[in-house]
C-alpha cells in the first residue's frame, strides 16, 4: 500500500506572501497524484491532479504542484496567498496498477495573517 | 447536479445503539467510497466498492458494514456504537478511479 507524508501539519504565512506545501509518498511506481482543499465544515474539493505528462499541474485558486518522480514529491505552492485560501489542505496518491484506492496524507492547515 | 448527497449532517448517538450513513450518487460513478476523519490523523478508507454488488475492506473496517445493491447507493451501518467511532464520515464516488467527488459530511458523536 502507499503511504503519502505531508510534513508540515501546520503552514502559518502572511497575505500576499507565497507558499509551499509538502508532500511525498512512497512508491515509485506509477500513480496519480492530487491535491485536495477543505474548507472549514465543507467536504473535500480538488484543487488539482497529476496522471500524465507535463510535471507542472497548475490548478484552481492559482494554485500549481510539480511532480517530481526521483525525489517521490508534489509540492503545492502558490506565489501570492489570499485570506480566502486558509483552509486544510490534503495530498493524495492512487496507484494506477490498482487504481482503486486513493492514500491521503494527514493534512496541512494552511493559515494566511492579515 | 447534486453530486455524492450523504444524509444526516449530524447525529449523536449512544453507546451501543446502531445507525446507517446513507450515501448516494447520481454521476452513474462505479466506485464508491467511505471515509471518516478524525483530527491530525487525514482520511482513514473505511469500505470501497468497484460496482454494484461488490464491496470490499479498507483500512479501518472494524465496527462498520456497508452494502451496494444498486449503482447510486452506498450506505455505512454502524453497530453497536463505540466513542471512537465519534468522526466524520465522507462518502466519495468515481467514474475511474481517477478523481474522487465528495459528499459533504456526516458528524457523529457517540456519548
Known amino acids: 500500500a502507499q503511504s503519502v507524508t505531508q510534513l508540515d501539519s501546520q503552514v502559518p504565512v502572511f497575505e500576499e506572501a507565497p507558499v509551499e506545501l509538502r508532500c511525498n509518498y512512497s512508491s515509485s511506481v506509477s500513480v496519480y497524484l492530487f491535491w485536495y482543499v477543505q474548507y472549514p465544515n465543507q467536504g473535500l474539493q480538488l484543487l488539482l491532479k497529476?496522471?500524465?505528462?507535463?510535471?507542472l499541474v497548475k490548478g484552481i485558486n492559482g494554485f500549481e504542484a510539480e511532480f517530481n518522480k526521483s525525489q517521490t514529491s508534489f509540492h503545492l505552492r502558490k506565489p501570492s496567498v489570499h485570506i480566502s485560501d486558509t483552509a486544510e489542505y490534503f495530498c493524495?496518491?492512487?496507484?494506477?496498477?490498482?487504481?482503486?484506492?486513493?492514500?491521503f496524507g494527514t493534512g496541512t492547515s494552511l493559515t494566511v495573517i492579515p | 447536479n447534486a453530486g455524492v448527497t450523504q444524509t444526516p449532517k449530524f447525529r449523536i448517538l449512544k453507546i451501543g445503539q446502531s445507525m446507517t450513513l446513507q450515501c448516494a450518487q447520481d454521476m452513474n460513478h462505479n466506485y464508491m467510497y467511505w471515509y471518516r476523519q478524525d483530527p491530525g490523523m487525514g482520511l482513514k478508507l473505511i469500505y470501497y466498492?468497484?460496482?454494484?454488488?461488490?464491496?470490499d475492506k479498507g483500512e479501518v473496517p472494524n465496527g462498520y458494514n456497508v452494502s451496494r445493491s444498486t449503482t447510486e447507493d452506498f450506505p455505512l451501518r454502524l453497530e453497536l456504537a463505540a466513542p471512537s467511532q465519534t468522526s466524520v464520515y465522507f462518502c466519495?464516488?468515481?467514474?475511474?478511479?481517477?478523481?474522487?467527488?465528495f459528499g459533504e459530511g456526516s458528524r457523529l458523536t457517540v456519548l
Open positions: 466519495a464516488s468515481s467514474y475511474s478511479a481517477v478523481e474522487l467527488f
Open positions: 497529476y496522471l500524465s505528462g507535463s510535471t
Open positions: 466498492s468497484v460496482g454494484a454488488g461488490i464491496t
Open positions: 493524495a496518491v492512487s496507484d494506477t496498477n490498482t487504481g482503486n484506492q486513493f492514500y
